[in-house]
């Protein structure tokens, strides 16, 4: 393998992070806004303000379509890391268990449809599951689209387990 070519990553496991800490960590006006989201758009390769370019495009999408969703960061505060490359990054997401049941569908659909990615491309994406319980278990993937099967399999499972 040359140092360009690019190794397929996966990953379930389970996750420190709770809504209690996300809420806890906030300022008092975000704290408000993300205690009853379903879905809450964090900051990039766990940063603490900087969010990929797009992200408030993702939010909008996911708005559209009824998913109860907001950015972790205030409007004064928001910024965006630009990343110049072929690959989608899409982000961390923290997500109630309440909405896996559309999430593969929109995951999909955003992807294929609206980014308009094909099978080669490379993605990135990282979804913490909310458990009913508040515990949490996370998915990362960073590899090729036509992986990405991968991801919406362990989203199917933990349906089932949540």
């Given at each position: 393998?040359?140092?360009?070519?690019?190794?397929?990553?996966?990953?379930v496991k389970e996750e420190s992070l709770t809504r209690a800490e996300l809420v806890r960590n906030a300022s008092p006006?975000?704290?408000?806004?993300?205690?009853?989201?379903?879905?809450?758009?964090?900051?990039?390769?766990?940063?603490?303000?900087?969010?990929?370019?797009?992200?408030l495009d993702t939010l909008d999408y996911l708005n559209e379509r009824n998913v109860d969703a907001e950015i972790y960061s205030t409007d004064e505060d928001y910024k965006e890391l630009?990343?110049?490359?072929?690959?989608?990054?899409?982000?961390?997401?923290?997500v109630s268990s309440i909405v896996l049941p559309l999430l593969t569908n929109l995951m999909s659909s955003y992807i294929y449809d609206k980014l308009k990615a094909q099978k080669d491309d490379g993605i990135s994406l990282k979804l913490i599951i909310e458990r009913k319980s508040g515990s949490t278990?996370?998915?990362?993937?960073?590899?090729?689209?036509e992986k990405l099967e991968k991801v919406f399999t362990a989203i199917k499972e933990l349906e089932n387990e949540v």
């Open positions: 393998m040359s140092i360009l070519e690019q190794k397929d990553r996966f990953e006006s975000l704290a408000e806004i993300i205690k009853g989201k379903n879905l809450i758009i964090l900051p990039s390769h766990e940063t603490v303000d900087e969010f990929y370019a797009g992200s630009s990343l110049h490359g072929a690959d989608f990054w899409l982000g961390t997401f923290f278990v996370s998915i990362s993937f960073d590899g090729k689209i």
